[in-house]
């Protein structure tokens, strides 16, 4: 009598494990994309995540990049494309630039009302758009010379000098036309014979 009587309860609380109303568990998180501590070369446009349970309205998700600023657009959407309504997406603003994003979830499990948190990070590492340089100035910006195998960087000269060095050149240019024009009036005048005298 007793065996059976045990033999009962033993049932009756293994029946009562076993029903789905007092099934214990949470909403937690099976996968995303990007995958947790992924680093990806292209800036997505949605955040994936497939939770361990159908999740309820009110599950949530946020995208931060590294100064906590809020990097999503929208609020986070259940697929109703999923059967099990485990898959929970949200968009993301374009072109991200490259840095570490946090994504922190928020679910209510549809089976036992639970709420589970989370949080994970990837990383956007691809070749971004190079940041043009600033123009420098002409009259600031250094010349490279090579000298004794090393590349040194001489300033240009400054204005003043530049005219004082462009006056030499000009005086210089002169006295040699000068030289220049005397020498061939040297050459080309007549000359008068050595013995050749004037009339009386």
């Known amino acids: 009598m007793k065996s059976v009587k045990s033999l009962s ?15 214990l568990g949470h909403a937690g998180l099976d996968r995303s994309q990007p995958e947790a501590d992924a680093t990806v070369e292209e800036a997505p446009v949605i955040v994936e995540l497939w939770f361990t349970q159908e999740i309820a309205k009110g599950s949530g998700v946020d995208v931060l990049d590294a100064s906590g600023n809020p990097v999503h657009t929208g609020e986070a959407e259940i697929d ?4 099990d309504r485990k898959h929970l997406t949200i968009a993301l603003e374009s072109n991200l630039p490259n840095g570490v994003y946090t994504v922190n979830w928020t679910t209510l499990s549809a089976e036992d009302g639970d709420e589970e948190t989370g949080t994970f990070t ?17 009259a600031a910006s250094p010349i490279a010379r090579i000298s ?34 005397y020498g061939f009036w040297r050459l080309v005048r ?4 050595p013995f050749d005298r004037n009339p009386d």
């Open 190 to 193: 007549p000359r008068r014979h």
């Open 80 to 83: 109703l494309m999923d059967p």
């Open 148 to 181: 004794g195998g090393l590349i040194q960087e001489v300033p240009e000269a400054e204005p003043a000098d530049m005219d004082e060095r462009a006056l030499g050149i000009a005086v210089g240019a002169g006295i040699l036309a000068a030289l220049l024009i």
């Open 122 to 138: 990837f990383t956007i590492a691809g070749s971004g758009t190079p940041v043009a340089s600033p123009v420098a100035s002409p």
């Open 9 to 23: 309860i033993a049932l009756l609380l293994l029946g009562f494990l076993m029903s789905p109303a007092v099934t």
